[in-house]
Nanobody
């Protein structure tokens, strides 16, 4: 089994910063893409940012220039540095990862995992 554990959420004032972390653990051979999504009350879950194992990043237009995604492959951890936060970015932020698990026969199998979510509240 694989677990994704997020941390770093909380309450921050508009214009403030937060850094989210997500650590993956378990029977992991390797992790391909890792990413962050968010879901505000009454809205659909949306992509915030994602990063490949090689470091290629992709951001939602609304966060470009303010958020930075990074990862530490040795620690199976992905980070999201969020600056200049806005009240409308209040949401539950979820970590996502495509994990490769090697079977006993040596065959790789790909799984999509989600973290439990961490609340980010932007309010004065």
């Amino acid at each position: 089994q694989v677990q994704l554990v997020e941390s770093g959420g909380g309450l921050v004032q508009p214009g403030g910063s937060l850094r989210l972390s997500c650590a993956a653990s378990g029977s992991i051979f390797t992790i391909n893409r890792m990413g962050w999504y968010r879901q505000a009350p009454g809205k659909q879950r949306e992509l915030v940012a994602k990063i490949t194992s090689g470091g290629t990043t992709n951001y939602a237009d609304s966060v470009k220039g303010r958020f930075t995604i990074s990862r530490d492959n040795a620690k199976n951890t992905v980070y999201l540095q969020m600056n200049s936060l806005k009240p409308e970015e209040t949401a539950v932020y979820y970590c996502n990862a495509e994990v490769v698990i090697m079977s006993g026969s040596g065959r790789p199998t790909y799984y999509d995992y989600w973290g439990q979510g961490t609340q980010v509240t932007v309010s004065s």
